[in-house]
């Protein structure tokens, strides 16, 4: 009797088969001169010719490794091909880690390999909020969820156009800002009062 296989079932064969490969390939490049080794309290890593201070506190130092490769120098990301694109591999496990900075270097340091252009820069810096742009053909909207207790005034700057925009996000909770990408105008924010060019702004400043 022959058995056959649907569509359905050849293409999940077939992505099981490129996951285990990329798998593979992910742990032949871990494993080729690198070896286990418990985390120390204070690592330092390499991430585009700076260094980084990564921290790490309470039990993760006991129950969690890191890799160590053979040679001399501090640890670096580890850059290999794969198909048409690039994977990069940490020796260090950043994102169990005390520190943001030397996480932030390594996702701006793939951004940049991957060449994704920076969308938009806010300031002061907010860790609390969570800033989520989605470019589409005329507009860009941004999601901001707030973990703060507190109301944040954040200045946003959307590089497309050069536009600072006021923000005042609410502390716990959820906000948008929808701007046209061609003149950087406010389409529309929820909640209404939520976000205004910063030269509106000013100008309300100054009056008062």
Do not use: C
Request: charged share 25%; proline share 7%.
């Amino acid at each position: 009797m022959r058995s056959s296989l649907s569509s359905a079932n050849i293409n999940h064969v077939r992505r099981r088969h490129s996951r285990r490969k990329f798998l593979g390939s992910i742990s032949a490049t871990a494993a080729a001169g690198a070896f286990p080794k418990i985390l120390r309290a204070s690592e330092f890593m390499v991430i585009s010719g700076s260094q980084y201070h990564v921290r790490y506190a309470g039990e993760k130092i006991q129950r969690i490794e890191k890799a160590v490769i053979k040679g001399p120098g501090t640890a670096r990301p580890l850059v290999k091909p794969y198909g048409a694109g690039r994977f990069i591999w940490s020796p260090l496990p950043l994102e169990m880690g005390e520190s943001l900075e030397p996480l932030v270097a390594f996702y701006r340091f793939a951004l940049t390999l991957a060449g994704i252009p920076r969308v938009f820069r806010v300031s002061p810096p907010a860790p609390s909020i969570l800033i989520l742009p989605a470019l589409y053909e005329k507009a860009a909207l941004y999601t901001f969820v707030s973990e703060g207790e507190r109301e944040a005034q954040l200045q946003l700057l959307h590089l497309e156009t050069i536009t600072q925009i006021s923000l005042t996000v609410p502390a716990e909770r959820s906000a948008l800002v929808l701007i046209d990408r061609r003149t950087g105008k406010v389409i529309d924010s929820l909640p209404r009062d939520f976000a205004r060019p910063l030269r509106d702004f000013t100008k309300r400043s100054n009056k008062r």
